[in-house]
């Protein structure tokens, strides 16, 4: 189950009703490492740990004051909302930056299904290849261009998106990469059935784990 709150889009520290308590903030950083394929096998390590974190904690529903996790709705974003796993201490892009970003996406039907993970998607030297796209292409699903736009470089956050925000059709990015997990998408996404059945807002909402790696400006 998702619960979606109206306020504090923030966490930072996590408490329990009895310890340990689990802190999860912008500093923390992997150790420095020789090569950058460790640092990358670092970070994705880290970045998988606080959302592994993340989703324990929030399917607990256990939380004490003063911190609560909470989602709340990103204004003038048609209803998709968030919660912040971890805020960056980077740039925050603009309209027409390349952005680039780690992403981990389910599906609110089917037990929360992981359609895809770009942590899985690797190139020749077996590091994590993350998904690249140009701010304001419209190429992108609306609710991750929603969610990236208020993001600062290295932070992560979970964004849960209304079908009318998610796929439209089966050209949006981003896409699995597996033939069979696209179709299990899309049947489920576009089920003419269920759909004539009033079940679209069910099939068409996405959760997405979202850690915006880098940004670029075009001139430089």
């Not at 950083?29 to 020789?34: F, I, R, Y």
């Not at 470089?153 to 998106?161: N, Q």
């Not at 004539?196 to 790696?213: K, P, Y």
Request: charged residues 20%; contains cysteine.
């Amino acid at each position: 189950m998702i619960r979606c709150f109206a306020r504090a889009p923030f966490i930072t520290t996590v408490h329990f009703a009895s310890p340990p308590s689990i802190s999860i903030n912008s500093a923390s950083h992997s150790p420095a490492s020789s090569t950058s394929s460790s640092v990358a096998a670092s970070r994705r390590e880290l970045s998988l740990s606080i959302i592994a974190v993340a989703s324990s904690i929030i399917s607990s529903g256990h939380f004490s004051s003063p911190a609560r996790a909470e989602f709340s709705e990103i204004p003038d974003s048609g209803g998709v909302k968030s919660l912040d796993l971890r805020v960056g201490d980077g740039e925050v892009p603009i309209e027409g930056d390349q952005v680039a970003i780690h992403y981990y996406g389910r599906l609110a039907a089917k037990q929360g299904w992981r359609f895809d993970s770009t942590y899985d998607h690797k190139d020749s030297s077996g590091d994590s290849v993350p998904f690249t796209f140009i701010l304001g292409s419209t190429n992108v699903i609306p609710g991750i261009e929603t969610a990236v736009r208020s993001m600062k470089v290295g932070g992560i956050r979970r964004v849960v998106i209304p079908p009318s925000q998610g796929y439209q059709n089966t050209s949006q990015e981003p896409l699995p990469p597996n033939f069979f997990d696209r179709q299990r998408l899309f049947t489920t996404i576009f089920n003419p059935t269920r759909l004539a059945n009033g079940e679209g807002s069910t099939l068409g909402t996405l959760v997405f784990d979202i850690e915006l790696v880098s940004t670029r400006r075009p001139n430089r």
